[in-house]
């Protein structure tokens, strides 16, 4: 016997076919639900895009004392 696994939209009573799944977080945990067109339209209106974290830059050479008492540099 065969088995199908047939995908729905999460969102109660709407049954449709999911165009996405859709990650959400917040403090409680992160969650995946499968949204169709219509509901992945309403989750996004009105939500606004995370910003993108600056790079860290290159790191600084630090000076540390060798094994005869000089500084050495870039170590």
Same mark, same amino acid.
Do not use: F, W
């Given at each position: 016997?065969?088995?199908?696994? %047939?995908? %729905?939209?999460?969102? /109660?009573?709407?049954? /449709?076919?999911?165009?996405?799944?859709?990650?959400?977080?917040?403090?409680?945990?992160?969650?995946?639900?499968?949204?169709?067109?219509?509901?992945? /339209?309403?989750?996004?209106?009105?939500?606004?895009?995370? /910003?993108?974290? =600056?790079?860290?830059?290159?790191?600084?050479?630090?000076?540390? %004392?060798?094994?005869?008492?000089? =500084? %050495?540099?870039?170590?």
């Amino acid at each position: 016997m065969s088995k199908t696994i %047939v995908y %729905v939209c999460d969102r /109660k009573g709407c049954g /449709k076919t999911p165009a996405q799944t859709t990650r959400i977080t917040s403090n409680t945990g992160a969650y995946k639900v499968d949204l169709c067109a219509e509901h992945s /339209k309403d989750a996004v209106e009105g939500a606004t895009r995370q /910003k993108r974290r =600056a790079k860290r830059g290159p790191r600084t050479p630090t000076t540390t %004392v060798g094994s005869a008492g000089t =500084a %050495v540099d870039g170590v």
